[in-house]
Structure formats: C-alpha cells, structure tokens
C-alpha cells in the first residue's frame, strides 16, 4: 500500500513539473505546442523590426502622398503582395478624392530585399484614368503577431500633376467633347429635313453639345445618309442609315451602318415611313454612337 501511494506521487509530480527525468527533446516540443507555428508569410521578406511606417498611416507632404495597405496572410505570397498592394493604391485613391475600382492591373518589378515597384493602369469611376500609374509600392513587411503582410505607397506631387495633365488633354481630344457640324446634304430632298432632325436629336441624347451649323476649320464633321432599299407604298419602307464622322482635315474617324425599317398597318405618305424609319434607326444607333464618342 505503501508502495503504491509512492508511485503515484511520484506519477503526479511527473505530470506537473516534468520531473526531472523528461527528456529536452520533449521539453522544447511542449513549448513549441504552447508558443503555436510561426506566420506562413515569414519568409515572404527579410525579417526587420516593426517599421515605422506600418503604423504611419497617411503622409501628405508637398512633395508626396503616402500611405498604408495590408492583407491577411494566405500562404500565396504573389497573391498577398498583390491584395496588400491594391489595398494601398486604393486608400491612396481615396486620399487623391479619386474612387477607383478594384479592376487594377500591375506589371511588378521586384528589387532587392522583396521590396517592389509598380505602374499600375487603373480605372476610375471618374475621369481619373491612369491617375495613380506612376504610383510605387516602396516597402513591404510581414507581421508574424497578426500575420499580415503591410505594403506602403508612394507617388510624387509633379506626378499627379503630371497625371491631372494628361487626363486633360485626353479628354479635350474625347471625340464626345469636340465641336461638330451635321451634314445630311446627300439624302433626297424630300425627305432631307426629316434626316436632319432625327440626326440632331439623335446628338442631343448622346450628349453632343458644341454643334455648329457651317463647316468650320476646327469642327468634327458627322454625316447621316439614309437610303432606302425597299418601299411598299402606303404599307412599310426598308433602309440603311449610314453614319460617318470625319476629323477636320477631312480624315475618316469611323462608320456606322444601321438597317432600319418603318411599316404602316394604316397607309402612310413616304415621308412619314421615313420618319418611322429615321426613329427606328437612331434608337437602335444611340448607344453604338455614345460608346464611340466616349473614347
């Protein structure tokens, strides 16, 4: 009885404090469990202390922006570095009053350390395309606390400049911001005017605000032409309307043939088949016609 009260003491200090017979191996296993496994991004870059800009949030000099993303670790690392890329570039959007989408694309450059550098083409809700292009990922660092990988962005102030300047000139040369005149002199005259309403309706609902009514040296020329293929008296009229803008040296900027048709179950006069047809074709045109002038 004796000897097995020893035992089991024995057993329950074992258990407790190790005793002093457990092996190191087993020791440093038991911390290992209690300490868990380390960040599976810990390789990702070099190990470096807690850097200051992690926790810098939004810098706004004269001579730059900066700022911080981050992105919980995966395991991926091309798919980490890219979510805490985009999550900086799009606070640094944020900062420029600009709101861009996630449709981000990125060439990456990878230079000493696993820090990289960036163009990215981006997309904006706004007029804003290709504002953050010459932004630049300079920094990049794993947490191994909270596991997650912190990148840090930067662009100049000259390059924003820079950007609002080009995002100006491409709009001034945005075919749905330049001047034009309308030309519908080769339909047939009896029905020449119906042509050129429908056309300068047809500009009104796309946008098109700057119309002049002569050829000018700095105008666009649109040119609407509708000729009829088939005519049933009274009945229906088959056409094409063909669309045409030309730059002001006369040059060929693009063209467009819409198939139209205008039917009377009634009888009709030619000119008001026309009118059906001219109907028809602008509202089949007017959204081929916006996406065109858009770019």
Not at 190 to 198: D, P
Not at 233 to 260: D, K, M, Y
Not at 266 to 287: D, E
Request: hydrophobic share 35%; glycine share 8%; proline share 4%.
């Amino acid at each position: 009885m004796w000897t097995s009260t020893r035992h089991f003491a024995c057993l329950l200090v074992f258990v407790v404090s190790g005793c002093a017979g457990l092996p190191s191996s087993l020791m440093g296993a038991s911390q290992a469990a209690q300490t868990g496994p380390s960040c599976v991004c810990n390789s990702y870059f070099e190990k470096t202390p807690r850097p200051a800009w992690v926790d810098a949030g939004d810098v706004v000099t004269r001579e730059s922006y900066q700022t911080t993303g981050s992105s919980q670790c995966s395991g991926l690392q091309n798919m980490d570095t890219n979510r805490a890329d985009l999550s900086a570039r799009s606070k640094l959007g944020r900062i420029l009053n600009t709101q861009v989408s996630s449709n981000i694309s990125e060439t990456r450059t990878s230079y000493g350390g696993g820090v990289g550098s960036s163009k990215a083409s981006i997309q904006s809700s706004l007029v804003s395309q290709g504002i953050l292009e010459d932004s630049r990922i300079t920094q990049r660092w794993v947490d191994p606390a909270s596991c997650r990988v912190y990148a840090r962005v930067q662009i100049a102030s000259r390059q924003i400049e820079a950007s609002k300047a080009k995002i100006a000139k491409a709009e001034a040369e945005r075919l749905g911001n330049q001047t034009y005149y309308i030309d519908t002199q080769d339909n047939d005259p009896a029905y020449r005017e119906l042509v050129a309403s429908a056309a300068g309706q047809l500009l009104s609902n796309v946008g098109i605000t700057k119309i002049v009514p002569k050829p000018s040296a700095s105008a666009h020329q649109i040119k609407f032409t509708f000729r009829v293929t088939q005519y049933d008296a009274g009945q229906a009229i088959r056409g094409e309307l063909r669309t045409q803008i030309f730059a002001p040296n006369q040059a060929p900027v693009w063209q467009h043939i819409t198939p139209t048709k205008g039917v009377s179950f009634g009888g009709a006069s030619q000119p008001a088949l026309v009118a059906k047809a001219m109907a028809s074709a602008t509202r089949s045109l007017t959204p081929i016609l916006q996406d065109r002038l858009a770019k």
